[in-house]
Each structure stands twice: as structure tokens, then as C-alpha cells.
């Protein structure tokens, strides 16, 4: 029998070109997805990566007033410094996630602190300001659509054949930002 006649051997080529375009294609198309997701995280404007600079950055000057009010309680002062170096240095979502909630709670007690504290108007209306600002991010951050687009990316992950070609280029769910 000759080799170009070998209906077996032809099937068998036929068969591994198909899922050879599958794993490459696919995977190609499944990378992509992820990587937007990714950046739907991490743009450096309208992200959960931007919001975050921000609580940071109003936490640093609300710090700052009550670092130089007379009377403040130093232990929340730098809980609040703590929190926002690890902020900061969080590396992914999870991590940023965990920080963000750290921070978040450093403030408020920076906050309660503040209220018994007698500030100067200005510091006092900066401080507000600030405090404001901070709630308006951590608003944005929980209607921002990055958890919802990760959500739909491991849904469609989890069906067949992504599942399998996940497994095969080793594509890793979408992390949440919980």
C-alpha cells in the first residue's frame, strides 16, 4: 500500500491537525481574554489599579493631618502608614484586595480618631475632603466591572474544550477582587 493511500494514517494527520489548530488557536484566543481581563485591572485610568492609587493618596494626606493634630493617637496614624506601604506593594488582585480591606479599616479608625481631635477648619474641611474622596473610590471600585468580566472569563474557561486547553497551555482563572 502506498503512503499517500493510507486512510489510516491520513485520519490520524488529519486528527492531530485539528486539535493542533484547536490548542494553538484556541489557547491563542483564551490567552487573549485573560490578558484583557488583566488590564481591565490594571489600566492606569478607570481601574480598580487606578482607585486604588487614589485611596492611597487621600489616606496619605488624611494621615498627615492627623499626624500633626494635637492629641491624635499615634497607634492608628501608623496602622494607616502600614497599610498604605502594603498597599502599595501588593502584587495582584488578591493581594491588592486583601491591602485595599486593611487600609480601609486603618482609615476608618483614623477617621473615629480624627472626629475627637480639634483641628483647624482648613485641616478640618481637607480632611473631610479626603475622607469623601476616599469613600467615592472605594464606591467606584465596588460598581467597577472588572469582577464581573473576570467572572464570565472563568465561566467560559470551565466549559469544553477550554477547560482541557487551559490545562494543556496552563491558562489560570481570572483572580477576584473580593
Known amino acids: 500500500m502506498k503512503l499517500s493511500e493510507n486512510r489510516p494514517l491520513a485520519c490520524g494527520v488529519l486528527a492531530l491537525v485539528i486539535a493542533g489548530t484547536l490548542f494553538i488557536g484556541g489557547g491563542n484566543a483564551l490567552s487573549a481574554k485573560g490578558k484583557a481581563v488583566e488590564a481591565l485591572f490594571s489600566a492606569s485610568s478607570e481601574s480598580i489599579t487606578a482607585e486604588l492609587k487614589e485611596l492611597a493618596d487621600n489616606a496619605v494626606v488624611m494621615n498627615s493631618i ?4 494635637k492629641g491624635a493617637n499615634e497607634a492608628y ?5 502600614d497599610a498604605v506601604e502594603a498597599l502599595r506593594g501588593a502584587a495582584g488582585v488578591s493581594a491588592s484586595a486583601d491591602a485595599s480591606h486593611d487600609l480601609t479599616a486603618a482609615v476608618e479608625n483614623l477617621y473615629s480618631n480624627v472626629s475627637n481631635l480639634k483641628l483647624s477648619d482648613k485641616d478640618a474641611e481637607d480632611f473631610k475632603y479626603r475622607y469623601r474622596n476616599y469613600e467615592s473610590a472605594l464606591l467606584r471600585i465596588s460598581h467597577d466591572s472588572y469582577n464581573d468580566e473576570a467572572r ?3 465561566m467560559e474557561k470551565g466549559g469544553f474544550p477550554e477547560w482541557l486547553i487551559s490545562a494543556v497551555r496552563g491558562i489560570r482563572n481570572a483572580e477576584l477582587f473580593d
Do not use: G, K, L, R
Open 66 to 69: 492627623a499626624a500633626n493634630a
Open 77 to 81: 496614624v501608623s496602622a494607616v502608614t
Open 152 to 154: 464570565a472569563f472563568n
